[in-house]
Each structure stands twice: as structure tokens, then as C-alpha cells.
């Protein structure tokens, strides 16, 4: 699968009647890194589970969410979850909760892929323990034979991703997906980020509210504020000048030494 380019043009998002995607605009180009940043409550994750068609199913949605040649906002259930099997890899803040519990590692990096192709049980293997090694995971004979509970935190995190990517999905949404995480094992899953979406392999829109976070993994930034965009830029810029009040005050909660 090559990158594929989003654009998101006017999506708003209600729910009980009130507007908490209030018209939000943005565009990737294929192979694009983009950093979804704002404070708690601005409407990050709402704007990723629209582009992965999983809005409650109170949500009223309007206006356009193009990924590639497809148009997801009033795309059918059925079109949406195929969409999400072929298309879209996600991963989020917490692999615990995305993994099953009760399943091996290996079964569920391949489920993505078991779901296209007709794999016998040596091929499933075999193609755990390829998506293992791509995303740097040490001992892969062991981890894809373990449980979630039976390896780290960082080492769950990294097989998450591996189930993310093993349909091969033109766009990566990635929610917090360091957060959870101690200082150094962050590093090494930002690192597999980078690679993972190097030479255009796919586009990432990534969730962040950790600055330090962002200038490592985008090229570009979004700020969205009350379920508006008040600010998008090149990452460089938008750290070392950036315009609007709320990016400003981001900017400013950042622990001193680790500012651009
Ligand atoms: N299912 C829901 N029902 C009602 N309101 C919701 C629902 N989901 C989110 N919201 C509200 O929508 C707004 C945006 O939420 P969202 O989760 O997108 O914020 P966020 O920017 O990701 O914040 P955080 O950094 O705290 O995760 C918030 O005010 C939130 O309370």
C-alpha cells in the first residue's frame, strides 16, 4: 500500500445537540506527518474517530472527509468498516485496552491481514513473525506466541502497531499512542513511528498534547481549540513562532530544556 492524501473540509460533529466539531478544515498530502495538538477537551480524538467512522452513534456528522478517492461522511457501516480493514491503521494511548487480552500477540497482529487473504496456520506464523521484526520487537518467536499481559508496556504498544499496520493501510491514527509510556521506551516507539511512515509508506495524523512529542514525529501541525483549527503550520514554525493565543500558551506549559 502506498500513502494516500486526507482532506477533511467543514466536519462538524454534534452530539445531544450540542457542536463539538464546529467546522474543521485541514489537508495531508500522501506520506504527510501530521500533529493533531490542542488542550484537553478541543476535539482531537472526536476528529480522528470521525475519519475512522467510529462516532457514537448519537453523533450528527456533516461535511466532507476524503481519503484517497473515498468519501467516508455518509459512507454506508459495511463501506466504513471495510475502509478501516484496508485503509486505516490505528493505534491508541493505552495497547492494553486495543489487545485482547484472552488472544496471542501473533493472532491479533495478523487479524487485519488474516481478513484478506486466505492464510493457513504456518503462514499466519510466518507473517507475525515478519510484522514482529518491522516493528523492532526483540525475541519475536517468543511475543508472538505470548499473551498482551505477559510482555511490556512498550512491547504491547509496538505489536499494536504492528496489528495497525498489517493490511498494509495508507493512513496510520495514531491517539496519544506514547503517553502511557516511560521516557525511554516513548523514544523507541517514536523512532518506529518515523520508520514506519518513512519514503511515503503511509500518511499518520498523530494525537499529541506533549510538544517535545510533536517536533519529534510531524512535519506539520494542526491546533484545534474548542472544535476549530486556530492554527496549522510547518512544525518548525509552529514551535519557534507561533501565532495563536492557545499554541502560544502550549508552547508555555512545556517543561523548560525541552522547548524548540
Ligand atoms: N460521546 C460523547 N458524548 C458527548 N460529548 C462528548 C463525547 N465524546 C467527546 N465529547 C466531548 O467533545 C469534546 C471534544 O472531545 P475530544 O475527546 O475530542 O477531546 P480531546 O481534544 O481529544 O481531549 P483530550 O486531550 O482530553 O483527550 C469534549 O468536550 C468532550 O467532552
Redesign the pocket.
Known amino acids: 500500500m502506498t500513502a494516500l492524501p486526507l482532506v477533511v473540509s467543514d466536519l462538524r460533529v454534534a452530539?445531544?445537540g450540542?457542536e463539538?466539531?464546529r467546522g474543521v478544515s485541514f489537508a495531508l498530502a500522501p506520506g504527510d506527518r501530521l500533529g493533531l495538538i490542542?488542550?484537553?477537551?478541543?476535539?482531537?480524538?472526536?476528529?480522528?474517530?470521525a475519519i475512522a467512522g467510529l462516532l457514537?452513534d448519537?453523533?450528527e456528522t456533516s461535511g466532507s472527509i476524503r481519503l484517497g478517492e473515498r468519501e467516508l461522511i455518509g459512507a454506508s457501516d459495511r463501506d466504513l468498516s471495510e475502509i478501516r480493514g484496508d485503509l486505516i491503521g490505528m493505534v491508541f494511548q493505552e495497547p492494553r485496552t486495543a489487545l485482547n487480552p484472552v488472544r496471542r500477540l501473533g493472532r491479533q497482529m495478523t487479524e487485519a491481514l488474516a481478513q484478506h487473504y486466505d492464510l493457513d496456520r504456518s503462514e499466519r506464523r510466518d507473517a507475525a513473525l515478519r510484522l514482529a521484526r518491522r516493528v523492532g520487537l526483540d525475541d519475536p518467536e517468543r511475543i508472538v506466541r505470548a499473551y498482551p499481559h505477559e510482555v511490556s508496556g512498550g512491547q504491547r504498544q509496538r505489536a499494536a502497531i504492528a496489528a495497525a499496520l498489517s493490511a498494509g493501510p495508507g493512513l496510520l491514527l495514531a491517539?496519544?499512542p506514547t503517553t502511557a509510556l516511560d521516557v525511554t521506551v516513548q523514544r523507541g516507539i517514536l523512532e518506529l513511528f518515523r520508520a514506519v511512515t518513512a519514503d511515503d509508506a503511509c500518511s499518520l495524523v498523530f494525537?499529541t498534547?506533549d510538544l517535545a512529542v510533536l517536533a519529534s514525529v510531524a512535519d506539520r501541525v494542526v491546533v484545534?481549540d474548542d472544535?476549530l483549527v486556530v492554527e496549522h503550520g510547518p512544525v518548525g514554525r509552529i514551535l519557534t513562532a507561533p501565532e495563536h493565543r492557545v499554541t502560544r500558551a502550549l508552547i508555555e506549559a512545556l517543561p523548560e530544556g525541552s522547548r524548540a
Request: net charge negative; glycine share 20%.
Open positions: 452530539i445531544r450540542t463539538l466539531l490542542g488542550g484537553s477537551g478541543s476535539g482531537k480524538t472526536l476528529t480522528a474517530l457514537p448519537d453523533a491517539d496519544e494525537i498534547h484545534l472544535g
